[in-house]
Structure formats: C-alpha cells, structure tokens
C-alpha cells in the first residue's frame, strides 16, 4: 500500500547505490523555513520586516532604475563584491531601492538583515555586554548581507562609533561580506558627524570610517530631486 507523503516532504526515487525512496524536502517548505529564519533574525533585533509587501515591490515603480542597473552590473561582474553608500535628501528613494534589492535576495533564498541604524545603538549600551549583545554582534558581523538604513541619524556616542561601527565595518570587509549603507550625509558630512567634538583625535577616528566606508563601498548621490515623482520614486543617479 502507498504511504501517505508526510507535509511538505515528496518521496523521491533514487537508483545510487541501489534502488529507494527516500523522503525530500520540497521547495515550498524550504522556502517556508528560510521566511520564518529572516523573520526570526528581525525580530531579534527589533525589526519589523513585512515580506508579503516586499515581494509586491516592483522596479517599475522605481523611476530612475539606472541606478540599479549600474550597480548590479558591477555586483554580478566582480569576484570581490562591492557595498554600497547611498546618499540624499529625505523622500529621495534610498530605502526604496534597498527594499528592491531584498526583494532579489529573498527570491534567492540569501540571508539579509535590514536594520533603521537610529535603533541599534540603544541594543549596545557602554559596559553591559552579555550573551545575547555577543550573539547580535556575531550575526552582524556573519551575515552575508547587512542593510543599514539611515546612517547618520543615530544619536551617536563614542563608544557606538569605536567599538560597535568601526570593528563591525572592519570585520564585514575583512570577510568580504557585502554592507548596504543609506545616509541623509554625503561622505564629507558623515565625517563631521562622526567627528562628535572638535578634539583631534575625534577628528582621526572620524576619519578613520570614512576612509574604511570608501574602501568599502560605491558611493551614489539620491541629491537631484523630481517634483513630478511621487516619494518612493525620487532619486537619480549622478
């Protein structure tokens, strides 16, 4: 008699070494674990992510598409991949763009992890470290694909840039893992950011991740401004 197949498993017939059936996991439900482990990583980290909307979002919608095309020519041509800085105005369709990208990796089943930065210096307090900071810190420097969203808007402290950012930067490049970057500040005044007070050694630090984020990333300007287009579809390349 049949057996009934068991949900989400498909009985497949193999002929090596000899003839069998052995039980498969089908496309849909690895497709069901890998939601359900991007959600769960989320939500580690107090993130929402909304993949029923993500998976509607269409580049059509997204005006000045050359963006895309230009960088995804270089990221599907290149050995070593590079990261990405995005800068602009408010409203200028850096996260739009972003939110694409997503789209790409979720249909390709690749770990991502997108973060609005404001939120992640308060989950990494001045001398309290435990397990659970550890394990964050540990996905953030792992995972293959990390979105930073609005850089520059963190309430920025000394100890966030030194011993959260900078080592997170400098591992993620060490391994070649590639860190998606959106900012309201181009390079110059992401520096002054960073720089916190006027001492010169703040300056040095300050300086410091610039020259790993340019090391690191192609930098694209969102500053020209459409008025005719709606605010998720602002931006184009310069």
């Not at 763009?97 to 989950?123: A, H, N, S, T």
């Not at 470290?129 to 792992?142: A, G, H, V």
């Not at 930098?219 to 008025?227: A, E, K, Q, R, T």
Request: proline content about 5%.
């Amino acid at each position: 008699a049949q057996k009934e197949t068991p949900f989400g498993y498909q009985l497949i017939l193999k002929t090596k070494p000899y003839f069998h059936l052995v039980y498969q996991e089908t496309n849909k439900i690895l497709f069901h674990r890998f939601q359900n482990n991007l959600q769960k990583i989320h939500s580690f980290f107090n993130q929402s992510l909304d993949l029923e909307k993500l998976k509607e979002m269409k580049i059509e919608t997204f005006e000045n598409n050359k963006i895309i095309k230009k960088y995804w020519t270089t990221f599907e041509s290149e050995s070593t991949k590079p990261s990405l800085y995005l800068y602009g105005d408010f409203n200028t369709g850096k996260t739009f763009f972003f939110k694409l990208i997503m789209k790409y990796f979720l249909k390709e089943k690749q770990d991502f992890l997108f973060l609005f930065l404001p939120d992640l210096p308060r989950q990494f307090k001045p001398g309290w470290f435990d397990e659970e900071l550890s394990k964050k810190m540990d996905i953030l420097r792992t995972i293959p694909y990390l979105f930073l969203d609005d850089l520059g808007a963190e309430n920025l402290t000394v100890y966030f840039r030194d011993d959260i950012l900078y080592p997170l930067l400098n591992a993620r490049q060490e391994k070649g893992l590639i860190t998606f970057i959106s900012s309201n500040f181009n390079p110059k005044q992401l520096k002054e950011h960073f720089q916190i007070t006027n001492e010169k050694n703040q300056a040095m630090k300050a300086f410091r991740i610039i020259n790993k984020l340019q090391k690191m990333c192609q930098v694209y300007s969102f500053d020209m401004i459409h008025p005719n287009l709606n605010p998720s579809q602002k931006g184009v390349l310069k």
